[in-house]
């Protein structure tokens, strides 16, 4: 009843509420880096480890075991975050990824380091974002009062630095090499951690978790996830989306338009996708739909334009559409699901709850990576991007269907009560 009176005024419209506090700038920088340096280290360690000698093996094993570590240990980085607070886990993953990354960058720098070297690297630096990934959903609600607001600008700056991540890494590895780029991704960090401890939280919020046992808090995590329909709904869905839409679309989608129109194209067309995902993320703060997963399912057919566009052989322009919408779509969804996901699961359960939804999204978006290479020479590139241009379609369909997604209300609006 209180909650309703703080947030409620007039005729039951929200109140204003303040996005652009301190805490939040802070915490804004200290993503804002860390997205950065993760947009960075796809192309830094392809063109290191191609440098290096080790091939496109040398690439899937390297980037295979920082992917591999991040979804294998994510569930525990959920619970830590509880028993310890998220800002202490996220803090403690950051200066973990800075002294790795600077091992990486030194390696390279004084020569041509072991590909062993380098798995075992990105896996412990994979390894410390399944600790920091957790806790990037409970704290927004610490550091804005407008949860919706700030999602949206993440998801603004999270488009930026898709795009200039990777380009930024080009330039930097052809002009001063790749021990500089992997200097540089560790600053990213650097910045990141010392933004985070500059936070000031209350105490409620710095409290640490009183439950006894690890174990308890993995299986309570679980109970929490299980009990709410909407929620492992999505992600069931998700299995297939992640994997046969996006996780397929993304190398294949690649393939096709470096193929037929040159890797410039390829590189407007991914401008463009983040384009649309600045675009789509501004949107998202506006808006404010009593169903946010009704509304922010738009999201997902438009997504679903991203493998047609380049399997029909459209001029450049119409590509450049297509991929616009399709990261407009996917911000849009981004920012109502975050949204959703931090105001409607109780503090205390937010990050083990968090770990699963982000567990079954890595594992759906690894699997279709996996996949896309087998798949397109079994059905060929085209068909397949056309398969899942259908499957998205299909997907958003069925996540429509569901009447306890479809039906979910927005945890502002008032009840009748």
């Known amino acids: 009843m209180s909650h309703d009176t ?14 652009w506090s301190g805490n939040f700038k802070l915490y804004l920088t200290a993503r804002s880096a860390s997205m950065l340096g993760d947009a960075m280290l796809p192309v830094a360690l392809s063109i290191g480890v191609l440098a ?3 091939g496109i093996d040398g690439v899937g094993y390297s980037l295979g075991a920082w992917m591999g570590a991040l979804a294998l240990f994510m569930l525990f980085g959920g619970v830590l975050a509880d028993r310890f607070t998220p800002r202490r886990m996220m803090i403690i993953a950051d200066l973990v990824r800075l002294v790795v990354q600077s091992a990486m960058a030194v390696a390279f720098a004084l020569g041509t380091p072991s590909l062993t070297a380098i798995i075992v690297l990105q896996f412990l630096s994979g390894a410390a974002t399944s600790l920091f990934q957790p806790g990037v959903a409970s704290m927004v609600p610490q550091v804005s009062d407008d949860v919706q607001g700030a999602n949206g600008i993440l998801r603004i700056s999270e488009a930026i630095s898709g795009v200039l991540g990777p380009a930024l890494a ?16 560790a600053a990213t960090y650097g910045v990141s951690a010392i933004c985070l401890f500059a936070l000031r939280l209350s105490p409620a919020e710095a409290a640490e978790s009183s439950e006894p046992t690890f174990w308890r808090q993995l299986v309570e995590g679980w109970r929490e996830f299980a009990a709410r329909r909407w929620l492992w709904g999505v992600i069931v869905i998700h299995l297939v989306f992640g994997c046969f839409v996006a996780g397929v679309s993304l190398p294949v989608g690649a393939d096709l338009v470096t193929s037929d129109y040159g890797s410039t194209a390829l590189g407007i067309g991914m401008a463009a996708f983040g384009a649309g995902g600045v675009v789509g993320g501004a949107l998202a703060m506006k808006v404010r739909p009593s169903r946010p997963l009704r509304s922010g399912a738009i999201g997902w057919a438009l997504f679903a334009l991203y493998p047609i566009t380049p399997a029909v052989g459209l001029s450049v322009a119409m590509l450049i559409v297509g991929w616009t ?14 949204t959703t996901v931090q105001t409607q699961i109780p503090a205390e359960l937010l990050n083990r709850v968090y770990a699963y939804d982000v567990s079954g999204s890595l594992l759906s978006l690894v699997f279709g990576r996996s996949l896309a290479g087998p798949m397109a020479s079994l059905l ?23 009447r306890s997604i479809r039906d979910l209300r927005s945890a502002d609006e008032p009840t009748s009560e």
Do not use: Q
């Not at 080009?170 to 780029?181: D, F, K, Y």
């Open 6 to 19: 703080e947030t409620l005024t007039g005729e039951g419209k929200p109140a204003a509420r303040r996005l």
């Open 52 to 54: 290096a000698g080790y």
């Open 170 to 185: 080009g330039v930097l590895v052809s002009v001063a090499g790749a021990g500089t780029v992997f200097g540089i991704y």
């Open 325 to 338: 919408l399709a990261g407009f779509g996917l911000a849009y969804w981004g920012v109502l699901w975050s």
């Open 380 to 402: 060929g590139a085209r068909p397949l991007m056309i398969l899942a241009t259908v499957l998205g379609f299909a997907c958003t369909l069925v996540l429509l269907a569901v």
